[in-house]
């Protein structure tokens, strides 16, 4: 049982030993170990606060993102749709500017149609004189193949045409 049992003299000097090697660890150990500690927490929490600035950052940066994305997206619409306005413009004029034309072509075929109208009705006029003229020699002609007839008539027309 003296093995399980400790001595008294080997018990003060474990004491002794354990009690110096506490001293001597907070004179010399203790202090820099502490130091290192608070020096590691304090790195650590400077770096969780700047993963967590970083982290504010890119969210900061996602919103301008989304932000600058539908600012295109609405400049973008804006874009296409003064597009479309203006093609419409462009459309409506050029249709503006054929219809015109049409008119214009409709009117210059209209009036060439009426002055060949004209030229016709003044070449038919012109050929129905001429004709009723020939129709008109050819029976007095036949009528008037007495020369006494022919004189009396003459006479008669002069008369008339004096009276008007």
Do not use: C
């Amino acid at each position: 049982m003296e093995l399980v049992l400790p001595q008294f003299g080997l018990f003060f000097w474990s004491a002794v030993i354990f009690l110096t090697f506490i001293w001597l660890l907070r004179k010399y150990a203790w202090q820099p170990i502490l130091q290192a500690l608070e020096t590691r927490e304090r790195k650590i929490a400077e770096a969780l606060a700047a993963a967590e600035k970083a982290r504010q950052e890119v969210e900061a940066v996602k919103a301008q993102q989304e932000k600058l994305q539908l600012e295109a997206a609405q400049e973008r619409e804006a874009l296409l749709a003064q597009a479309q306005k203006m093609r419409d413009e462009i459309v409506e004029r050029a249709r503006q500017e054929a219809r015109k034309q049409a008119e214009g072509i409709l009117w210059a075929a209209q009036q060439q149609v009426q002055q060949q109208r004209e030229k016709l009705m003044a070449e038919m006029r012109a050929y129905a004189v001429t004709l009723a003229v020939e129709i008109a020699r050819k029976i007095l002609e036949d009528h008037f193949q007495d020369p006494e007839k022919a004189q009396a008539f003459a006479e008669k027309l002069a008369a008339e045409i004096r009276l008007n």
